[in-house]
DNA sequence: CGACGCTTTGACACAACTCAACAACCGTGG
DNA sequence: CCACGGTTGTTGAGTTGTGTCAAAGCGTCG
């Protein structure tokens, strides 16, 4: 695998996304990413309960976030990126809410807090580009919850692709109609708050009525416009088709 | 109502579970709180899909925060109460991904981002404590998340009404074992992803077997500690119970 | 008084879960 | 080379948790 340059670093595409950044702050987020640190498929780096010491940006491969249950269950978050930023929540809140795993094999970069906070000051619009960044994760993880909550499998499954795909979109890891994905069933299933064996009934139901077909690690778009429609799929960035009405 | 003296905001209340602070901090704090504006039961602050011009602090008073789908139907992330910040995702966004509610009449002040971000250059502490607050809130909603997806209705409104009386205990609005709590159990439905007429059954169950009764506005504990087993609770601040397992 | 909002209950339907079995594919080791 | 266990995917049959529909009770408010 070809090391990137860090001036398109996928990081640098994301960001790039909401500013356009001059080579100071490009060195500047060139800094943040040296140094990466590669992860084995399956090996976690944060787990649930520890103090959360670090947080890290992902220079590639596909990891998942998740809570344990209880009852040994556990709900998928979301499957980190490339490009994405992970347990920063942790760092802050001391003990980490949930754990980080690795499904693919890994690269991600250590980031301290105390090379962030300076940033704001020093280099204030990557700044506020990084906390744009956090508010599209955090809206991407309500709208999980709203589509855990209200949705039927059949749409929630559609709609998480969509997203993902828009995510991938944003560092150049998906054209318009397929992408790689090395999920399997049962990732997809505690992600979407299923059983696995549903979550396979709900892909060949995809599939059957030409959506879109998930099939050896490789998502493929049939008909995106259909699948919008079925999932009532909005972009991440805010364009909404809804009619919010107007009465109380 | 009586109007608070500033220096015990709730929202300092809660910040200062996290940091003890001096005068110039209160004062700051103070400051952001000034100006609080009465909002009527009912009036809907933030549209979805609107752009989102300033973000808020409760004072007083209960609200919902909310995604709108396509069907009509709706999933409220968040129930905000005093203390707690709305719309900041918002702002950042540009456009507003959700909608916010008044259930009782509510009192909030506004403050716009730039007031916000010099805040952390002159008082760091301040700062890190309101990204503490938010870190707190996020890990909220990614427990609801895991909640709705992987809980049963019964472990899921245990669970609801538990970090429930955490949050409102951190503002000084509940005592151990009962609060005011003016919830319909519509917009619990539309909280814990259930029908309004299942979370009925659901709370008969939970009165029946002499764990929580919510009757008339007001939530009352009666055997906190099996509630928690039941619902698998473990404070938001990180105590968990859970045994991480080990091997991969 | 009637209208309305909220709660409560029952009967029934259906989406999604569980259990069970099997197929395909892999890497490993004999 | 083939046998083997482990992981992942597929399918069917039966169960169950939760949703839907319908109706009634009960406050409150105009």
């Known amino acids: 695998m070809p ?14 996304h909401f500013i356009s ?3 100071g702050e490009l060195d500047c987020l060139a800094a943040l990413q040296s140094n990466p640190i590669r992860l084995e498929r399956g090996s976690e780096l944060i787990r649930q309960g520890e103090v959360g010491r670090f947080a890290c940006f992902m220079q590639s ?3 998942c976030s998740f809570k344990l249950l209880q009852d040994g269950s556990r709900q998928i978050i979301t499957f980190p990126i490339a490009g994405d930023c992970i347990g920063m929540r942790s760092v802050l809140l001391r003990v980490s809410d949930h754990s980080f795993c690795a499904l693919t094999d890994v690269s991600v970069t250590r980031v301290e807090v105390s090379q962030i906070l300076p940033l704001f000051t020093r280099y204030p619009r990557l700044g506020s580009a990084l906390l744009w960044a956090t508010s599209r994760d955090e809206a991407i993880t309500v709208d999980h919850l709203a589509s ?10 559609a709609h998480f692709f969509l997203e993902l795909s828009e995510r991938l979109m944003m560092v150049g890891l998906t054209s318009e109609v397929e992408f790689h994905c090395p999920l399997t069933q049962y990732d997809l299933a505690d992600a979407l708050g299923l059983s696995a064996i549903h979550v396979n009934r709900v892909l060949r139901e995809l599939r059957e ?3 879109l077909t998930f099939h050896e690690g490789k ?4 008909d995106k416009a259909a699948l919008k429609t079925l999932a009532g799929y909005e972009t991440i960035d805010g364009h909404t088709n809804i009619d919010t009405g107007s009465s109380t």
Chains 1, 2 share one sequence.
């Open 219 to 222: 998502v493929t778009f049939h």
């Open 148 to 157: 855990i909550g209200r949705r039927t499998a059949l749409e929630r499954t």
């Open 21 to 23: 950044m001059d080579e």
């Open 61 to 63: 491969g596909w990891g």
């Open 3 to 16: 090391s990137l340059s860090p001036e398109n670093s996928p990081l640098s595409q994301k960001l790039s």
């Open 209 to 211: 009525i030409k959506l």
